[in-house]
């Protein structure tokens, strides 16, 4: 059974880059697209990307200037870096798994890591 | 660009139906799958439907999913309500320019 890990510091600096890595054990990180997405306290959900295990990649066009998703295959991890962050990125990051579809493009998780906090604050 | 809107929460009685909506702004809800996602509390979101009405292996058949075109709208429908659906509710649909978009979320209250 696949299992999602999300690790990286729950504090950052305003103005400094949040890093986190998502390690997958269970399975292979091969075919699958995998995703960032993030809860700021006591509100929704919003996608900030993914990344297929080649390293093709898409964003959200409001993140997009800020975000960069990669890929170890041989680690079988995927990180998320996200540049000049506010108090706004305050938020729980979550990662997750996104089948391929018949239409190549993925658009829905299957499999979700636990979530972890991180607080922008100096 | 499109939004989906979800009521800010519903309320229903054990062993009873409740159906949770989510309309989308603009584009037909139909030409893109909805999935929904149930957070229950202090814990990760989890998949209860994919493409429209389909449930992974695990879900119980007490959850179900369909779209309308006619009001553009998809819902969420748990039958025999039981206190563990308590959770807050998530739909989420796509297009060509917004790869992944979510509603606000819903929560389910069980009395």
């Known amino acids: 059974q696949v299992q999602l890990q999300e690790s990286g510091p729950g504090l950052v600096k305003p103005s400094e880059t949040l890093s986190l890595t998502c390690t997958v054990s269970?399975?292979?990180?091969?075919?699958?697209?995998w995703s960032w997405i993030r809860q700021p306290p006591g509100k929704g959900l919003e996608w900030i990307g993914y990344?297929?295990?080649?390293?093709?990649?898409n964003y959200n066009p409001s993140l997009k200037s800020r975000v960069t998703i990669s890929v170890d295959t041989s680690k079988n991890q995927f990180s998320l870096k996200l540049s000049s962050v506010t108090a706004a990125d305050t938020a729980v990051y979550y990662c997750?798994?996104?089948?391929?579809?018949?239409?190549?493009?993925?658009?829905?998780?299957?499999?979700w890591g636990k979530g972890t906090t991180v607080t922008v604050s100096s | 660009n499109f939004m989906l809107t979800q009521p800010h929460s519903v309320s229903e009685s054990p062993g009873k139906t409740v159906t949770i909506s989510c309309t989308r702004s603009s584009g037909s809800i139909a030409s893109n799958y909805v999935q929904w996602y149930q957070q229950r509390p202090g814990s990760a979101p989890t998949t209860v439907i994919y493409?429209?009405?389909?449930?992974p292996s695990g879900v119980p058949d007490r959850f179900s999913g369909s779209i309308d075109s006619s009001s553009n709208s998809a819902s969420l429908t748990i039958s025999g309500l039981k206190t563990e659906d308590e959770a807050d509710y998530y739909c989420q649909s796509y297009d060509s320019s917004n790869p992944w978009v979510f509603g606000g979320g819903t929560k389910l209250t069980v009395l």
């Open positions: 269970g399975g292979s990180i091969s075919s699958y697209y």
């Open positions: 990344i297929y295990y080649s390293g093709s990649t």
């Open positions: 997750a798994r996104a089948p391929p579809t018949i239409f190549g493009t993925p658009y829905y998780m299957d499999v």
């Open positions: 493409e429209d009405n389909q449930r």
